[in-house]
């Protein structure tokens, strides 16, 4: 079958490899859409997370069910699924404690064992998820990344009627904003350098989008405000970013970093203690798809503007990775491996 190998850093190549068969608790998936995500963009580039010589990235994907193993229950053949990607080691506190997400240990398909960017993948069965007929294809592999979404929101301070600040309007700074205004935010503001981006967060749930190059977004937040969101995500991960969500908090406000940083950077933390602050921080998500998955399919989260291209596999590394890394205008791009 064909798939999207990662070699090393700048070295992915689609190619023939082997077709993956199931085992006793395993699942066969025909993948239908494999969304590209900023995880992939990094590892394309600097090849951190996956250790293998080989690895087939991606995911975020749906797909159908096309075989399973003898001990599998739980799904049948036909189904239409979503895949939940990361599992932890299953023994240390944060596995006991239902947070594998933050299990040391913690693995993932598309980085530890290969993914969904081929034509077809092979999962446990406890990471697959039925969808409703209402959920398509292409939304159902915006499952995962509206999970991180839901997760950090949950996880911040936020309450229904606050005001809050999107930094960053990437697909995660765009699921941010639209699930906020679903969430009951009175005041979902957006800050974005890319022209394209702020307009799409403007039809994604955002009142007011702000370009940080021609205004001072913090000074602007605090004249729409008053003292300050109630809330304010970093959906960037760079100083810029996280210096100005920080500050654009009220006194004894919630800032949450949704994203992740690549380098370390500087901050005062005296402009975080005389007003009494938090910073929350939120990594993935858990037991949390089968709830994505409703709001997904009920409308709650109209996610499917975050989706720019529908791409072939054949067309990932220049019309995917390359183009994510230069392009700025394009948001969630989708592999669909059977054009
Ligand atoms: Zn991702
Ligand atoms: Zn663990």
Known sequence: MKALVLY????????????????DQTVKIKVKYAGICGTDLHEYSHKTFVTANQMVLGHEF????????AGVGSVTVGSRVAVEPIWGCGECSSCQSGNYNTCVNMKSYGLHENGGFAKYVVVDQSKVFE????LSYDLAALVEPTAVVVHAIRRSAF??????????????????SESLRAAGASQVIVVEVSEKRRELAKE??????IDPTKEDAVKRIKELTGKGVDVAYDAAGVEATFNSS????????????????????SYNPAM????EKTISTSLGYNHIFGEVIDLLAKGSIKAEKVITSKIALDDIVEGGFEKLIVDKSESKILVDPSL
Do not use: H
């Open 8 to 23: 090393d850093s700048k070295n992915a190549k689609v190619e023939e490899i082997q077709t993956p068969q199931v085992t």
């Open 272 to 275: 975080q203690l005389i007003s």
């Open 204 to 209: 994604m749930g955002a009142d007011v989008v």
């Open 159 to 176: 309450k229904f009627g606050d005001r809050v600040a999107v930094f960053g309007a990437g697909p995660i700074g765009l699921l941010l």
């Open 246 to 265: 920080l500050d654009s908090v009220k006194p004894n406000g919630d800032f949450m970093i949704v994203s992740v940083f690549s380098e370390p950077i």
């Open 131 to 134: 969808l409703p007929d209402e």
């Open 62 to 69: 749906s797909g159908e069910v096309v075989e399973v193993g």
